[in-house]
């Protein structure tokens, strides 16, 4: 298979390759002129002036009755004062001051003497309840100075001071131009091979998030003919294009040749990962850029330099960018070839900002979705690991100091807690990870998490997490609170084409196991000694996954035969079942917080009717008292 990469280029090098070029052909931010009363959002090209005071005559603060101050002093409760007709007029807040007044009597400090008299036990001294002329805004006054953001208070301001037009920058237009044979517009029943296109959906919301419109062309099947007559509409209708997929080098990647066809290919290929496909280039004096097909790449993408080209477009600085220091959960491993973007949960405990890395996949969308943080290894750099300090930098939005970290063996019912957590309103956020029930033992000994999931087997006692916690806790430090029961058994095709009838039966069929540490992969190993039969008989023992809800999906698929697991992930997916035994799935719990608020809510949200309701939909489950 052709490679046909141009550059290898670390990031900063090619940024500053493109923004030259853009530079050089006159690509910039473009000004018009809007309503006042429409410029939210919108940033200005110039400082703008006021044209009018605010307010433009003195006008009454309340309801009441203006007067001349002189005629009130002396009134006093002692010695009240009587206002004939002829020395006050009647105001509502916002009335112009008559001439010959300077104040104004609130209406609560007036009492009615008859024949239109009214009596003050009060002075009120000169433009007491008046607002002057200028008070807000004086004419000449700068109201915003050039290249702010403008906000609903300075649109109202703008109006306020007489400026009913102003010049902002222009938003640019985005072209977005989806391609791909096997990409398909949305839908919830796709045929095998086809790929749902929802990369222009996320592109469509960072874009307006970077103060850009976007506008979204026909998913283009991959000729490069199609491609090229594509970006030429694109090129005529917007100020940028953005090219989905065929940015690579494969057979049908055409996204470099058409960009070179139409205009200059500066940088094929990025020394990042994910994103090491992008194309940067330029066409009819406007930015082309093709991104990885894979969303994860794409984003990376996006983020590290779409961003920059929109704020050179539309005048929006970058996103402010917050790093904390953040001590890694787990060992992380890098290649040196490549700058790489790690997506990180984040919590604290006992005042130390904890950092626990997602799955790394360039397709795996929902890394950015849990995600509350990038950590970037630095090329040339093989990792960090567990307990370093490391910088992250937080996504817009994120506050981790309140957020419960729960690690350890998979099961859907934590999600289903930190759902009914969320529902109730509960002050702050759950967070967990898939690391097998040792990888909980090890975080909550290491102090990396609050709590994390267990189901341990003892094979020689048959009783479930206890004699662990004794051998890995033996001075205390740790709780073993009381979980679910729940049912493990061999997850099989419907209808159970091959006829499995216990676990003796996967030396003939495709295995797909947990990984190493798991509590599941435990239970394999108890069954394979407890059965006489080697790992090396089963085909797929190597084959590692990290949730239950994963391993169903290989066997619904047929890329498995069968695979250990709980029932209610073969139940979600239609999968047969053969029950192999009841197992504690339990929560280790560090000792230090085994009364925190958080910890608790978690606990009683788990034992609530709420919640059985959902784990007998789910099935298999039975709370343990």
Not at 131 to 152: H, K, N, W, Y
């Amino acid at each position: 298979m052709k490679r046909n990469y141009l550059n290898n280029l670390p990031l900063e090098e090619a940024k500053r390759l493109f923004f030259d070029h853009l530079k050089a052909v006159g690509f910039g931010a473009q000004t018009e002129s809007v309503a006042s009363a429409d410029a939210c959002g919108r940033v200005l090209q110039n400082a703008v002036y006021a044209k009018i005071c605010s307010p433009h005559y003195n006008a009454s603060a309340m309801d009441g009755v203006a007067v001349k101050a002189s005629d009130t002093f002396g009134a006093s409760e002692h010695s009240p004062l009587t206002l004939t007709r002829e020395r006050y007029s009647v105001v509502d807040t916002g009335d112009p001051i008559p001439d010959g007044c300077d104040a104004v009597i609130m209406v609560e400090d007036l009492i009615e003497a008859g024949d239109g008299k009214l009596t003050i036990l009060s002075a009120v001294h000169p433009w007491q309840n008046v607002r002057q002329v200028g008070e807000d805004i004086c004419m000449g006054d700068m109201i915003a100075p050039s290249g702010t953001v403008l906000t609903p208070a300075l649109c109202g301001a703008l109006l306020a001071g007489g400026v009913t037009r102003v010049d902002v920058l222009k938003k640019p237009l985005v072209g977005i131009i989806p391609t791909g044979d096997e990409i398909v517009p949305p839908t919830d029943d796709p045929q095998k091979g086809e790929i749902i296109e929802f990369n222009s959906t996320v592109f469509s919301a960072m874009l307006r998030e970077c103060g850009a419109d976007a506008k979204t062309y026909p998913i283009t099947p991959d000729k490069k003919d199609l491609i090229r007559s594509a970006l030429e509409t694109a090129l005529a209708e917007c100020d940028i294009v953005l090219i989905s997929a065929g940015s690579s080098a494969g057979r049908d990647d055409y996204t470099s040749d058409v960009i070179a066809s139409l205009g200059t290919v500066l940088v094929h290929g990025l020394a990042i990962k994910p994103g090491k496909p992008a194309v940067l280039g330029e066409a009819c004096g406007k930015p082309v850029i093709g991104l990885p097909g894979y969303p994860v790449s794409a984003i990376v993408v996006m983020d590290e330099i779409v961003a920059d080209v929109l704020s050179a477009a539309s005048g929006h600085s970058n996103r402010t960018r917050r790093t904390r220091t953040a001590v890694l959960g787990q060992k992380v491993v890098s290649s040196l070839k490549y700058t790489e973007y790690i997506r990180v949960t984040l919590g604290m405990i006992g005042g130390r900002l904890l950092a626990s890395a997602l799955p790394r996949g360039a397709g795996v969308i929902t890394s950015f979705t849990k995600a509350d943080g990038i950590l970037t290894v630095p090329q040339n750099c093989e990792g960090y690991e567990a307990g370093e300090e490391v910088e992250v930098r937080l996504l817009d939005g994120v506050d981790p100091s309140n957020t419960l970290i729960v690690t350890g063996s998979h099961d859907p019912l934590i999600d289903e807690v930190s759902d009914l957590l969320q529902k109730s309103g509960a002050p702050f956020r759950v967070r967990s990870t898939h690391v097998g029930s040792m990888g909980a033992i090890y975080a909550v000994r290491a102090g990396l998490a609050h709590m994390g999931g267990v189901h341990l087997l003892d094979g020689e006692t048959g009783l479930y997490n206890d004699s662990y916690i004794e051998k890995y806790f033996p001075n205390g430090g740790a709780v073993l609170e009381k979980g679910v029961r729940r049912v493990q058994g061999l997850m099989v095709a419907k209808g159970n084409p091959l006829h499995v009838k216990d676990f003796r039966d996967v030396v003939r069929v495709r295995y797909v196991n947990r990984q190493r540490g798991a509590g599941t992969r435990i239970l394999c190993d108890h069954l394979l000694a407890k059965h006489g039969m080697r790992a090396q008989e089963i085909d797929g023992y190597t084959n590692e996954e990290y949730t239950h809800t994963a391993v169903a999906a290989l066997i619904a698929a047929g890329n498995a035969d069968a695979g250990l697991g709980i029932y209610s992930a073969a139940k979600m997916y239609d999968l047969d079942f053969i029950p192999i035994c009841d197992e504690e799935y339990d929560f280790l719990i560090s000792a230090e917080y085994a009364d925190d608020p958080m910890v608790r809510a978690f606990l009683a949200a788990l034992r609530s009717d709420d919640c059985k309701e959902r784990l007998t939909r789910m099935g298999g489950y039975g709370l343990e008292e």
